[in-house]
């Protein structure tokens, strides 16, 4: 017959008093029948630890990149609407017919209307 896969409970209470403060500070414990049947899902909570530890580091990474991202976008927003303004500024009639005359390109202000030209179809 197989051996028994589990310890009973009187066995694990009887090896876990025997713990002593020498067979903690030895790791000797480490060696134990009990110990090494659970090593699989001890090795399993290390791996979710680590995995957990690399996710964190990875956010705060991720959120200090959003923060700079974010002053940046407000920065290039600012300047959006600035030079929106300058150019609203400079387009203006009176601004345009001021840099005119300020430059001596002899332009003058058309006093009659534009005139529509059209084409014969013929």
Do not use: C
């Not at 996710?55 to 030079?83: C, D, I, P, T, W």
């Amino acid at each position: 017959m197989k051996e028994k896969e589990f310890i009973s409970a009187k066995q694990e209470l009887r090896e876990a008093e025997k713990i002593s403060w020498k067979d903690l500070m030895s790791g000797d414990i480490l060696t134990r029948k009990s110990v090494i049947k659970q090593l699989p899902f001890i090795l399993f909570i290390v791996g979710l630890m680590m995995i957990y530890i690399a996710n964190q580091h990875k956010y705060v990474a991720v959120h200090r990149e959003f923060g700079r991202l974010k002053k940046e976008v407000a920065v290039l927003r600012f300047k959006s609407m600035e030079l929106r303004a300058e150019l609203m500024k400079y387009s203006r009639q009176s601004q345009v017919l001021r840099r005119i005359s300020d430059r001596n390109l002899g332009l003058e202000l058309s006093s009659e209307p534009p005139v529509v030209l059209e084409e014969d179809k013929e």
